[in-house]
Each structure stands twice: as structure tokens, then as C-alpha cells.
């Protein structure tokens, strides 16, 4: 089966400009994540979506981030204005369901913020 | 969710058993014990998980102790593709995947 797709794989961008991610997960998963992993530590949940609802999002500094999932399928990440410290890698993850730990994670999409 | 402890780097020969250890001395009765890895440039996959009792897939097996404070993930057969973070994580069913810092495993021919 075809795996999380995300895109674009690099992105470079000036601060205080703004980016967007896309991720398209498995089909049938109704469960989104979307994680941010800086250089040397492990991925840090930023949010959670159940089909196009959003679970938790208690970790996502909503002042400059936002996500959406429109339709319970695709969704977006957007930062707007971007700091140096955004400067990580933004993996998103599919699930099946709500409960347990087996995620299936894309490749993930690398910004770096000058 | 509790506290796991992992080295942060690991050596091993090719063709030889990596043995991964992880330490998770507060766990609770309803707490999983996840493995999973991270190659350079890739997103993070599953390996295996268990509750009490040792698992085995087609990538590794879990041993976990009777106290359940503990745990080790073993590659059979580690190939110079088995170099990757290893993450340990427990969780409730109900809880949502956090990661540490993971350990650093290298396969060297």
C-alpha cells in the first residue's frame, strides 16, 4: 500500500516569511499527526487530528502555526512568520485509529529558516 | 506515561545481535512498551510492541521482564541497514506517541 506522502522534501525560506507542508496519509487512516523534530532530539507532537477534528494541539505554538485537515483526508501545516528556531524537520503520521501506538510516518518535509 | 532510559549510542558488528536495552522502572499494569527506529533522513517506523509478554516479527523480538521495569529489543542479525536512533516508548492505549532521545545504533562491517 502506498505510505504518509508529504511534500515538498526541502524548504528554505527567509524569517518572517511564511511555508506551507502538505501530507497526504494512508488511505482509510482517520487519524493525523503532525510532529516537528529539531536536530539531535526526538519528533515533538505538535498536533492531532481524528478525521477532520482536531484532538489535541495543546503543544502547537498557535500564535504562528496553524494546521487544518479539510475533508478528513489531506492536510496542511502552515508557519506564518517563521523564526530561526522553526528550523527542524515536520514529519506527519497516519493511524487507523485513535488509541495505540502504531503510527506509519512519511518522510517528512526539512525547513530551514534563515 | 512513564520514563523510559536508553544509552544514547551503541556498537555492532555486522551479522552479530544488536541488543538494545531500555529501562522503564515506573511503568504501569496498562503501559505498552514500543520500539521503534528512525534512518537517517526517513520518518520513524514501528518495529515491534508488547505488554508482558516477549513478541517477535519478521524485524525483531521484544523481551520484556517479569517485573516489567525493563526491556530489550533484539536484531538477530544486524545488517550495516539496522543503523538508525532506536526509540522506546511506553504508553496506554489512550496516550499519544512521545519520543526521547532515543539510542544511536551502529552496524559496522
Known amino acids: 500500500e502506498a505510505g504518509v506522502a508529504q511534500s515538498p522534501r526541502y524548504k528554505i525560506i527567509e524569517k518572517r516569511q511564511s511555508v506551507a507542508f502538505w501530507c497526504n496519509p494512508i488511505?482509510?487512516?482517520?487519524?493525523l499527526y503532525w510532529y516537528q523534530q529539531i536536530l539531535g532530539q526526538g519528533p515533538k507532537l505538535l498536533i492531532q487530528?481524528?478525521?477532520?477534528?482536531?484532538?489535541?494541539d495543546s503543544q502547537l505554538p498557535k500564535d504562528r502555526f496553524s494546521a487544518e485537515r479539510l475533508k478528513g483526508v489531506d492536510s496542511t501545516l502552515k508557519i506564518q512568520p517563521a523564526k530561526l528556531e522553526d528550523s527542524a524537520v515536520y514529519l506527519c503520521a497516519s493511524s487507523p485509529r485513535t488509541d495505540g501506538g502504531k503510527l506509519f510516518f512519511g518522510s517528512g518535509t526539512q525547513l530551514s529558516v534563515l | 506515561d512513564a520514563k523510559t532510559t536508553q544509552p544514547p549510542s551503541m556498537d555492532c558488528a555486522e551479522g552479530r545481535a544488536a541488543n538494545l536495552p531500555c529501562n522503564h522502572s515506573?511503568?504501569?499494569?496498562?503501559?505498552?512498551v514500543y520500539w521503534y527506529r528512525q534512518i537517517h533522513s526517513q520518518g520513524p517506523q514501528y518495529i515491534i510492541h508488547?505488554?508482558?509478554n516477549n513478541e517477535t516479527n519478521e524485524m525483531a523480538s521484544l523481551i520484556i521482564t517479569e517485573d516489567r521495569k525493563s526491556s530489550t529489543l533484539i536484531l538477530p542479525h544486524a545488517t550495516l541497514r539496522d543503523t538508525a536512533v532506536y526509540y522506546c516508548?511506553?504508553?496506554?492505549?489512550?496516550?499519544?506517541?512521545?519520543f526521547g532521545k532515543g539510542t544511536m545504533l551502529l552496524v559496522s562491517p
Open positions: 515506573t511503568i504501569s499494569g496498562n503501559e505498552y
Open positions: 516508548i511506553a504508553l496506554t492505549g489512550y496516550s499519544t506517541l512521545t
Open positions: 488511505s482509510g487512516h482517520a487519524t
Open positions: 508488547g505488554l508482558k
Open positions: 487530528f481524528q478525521n477532520n477534528g482536531v484532538v489535541d
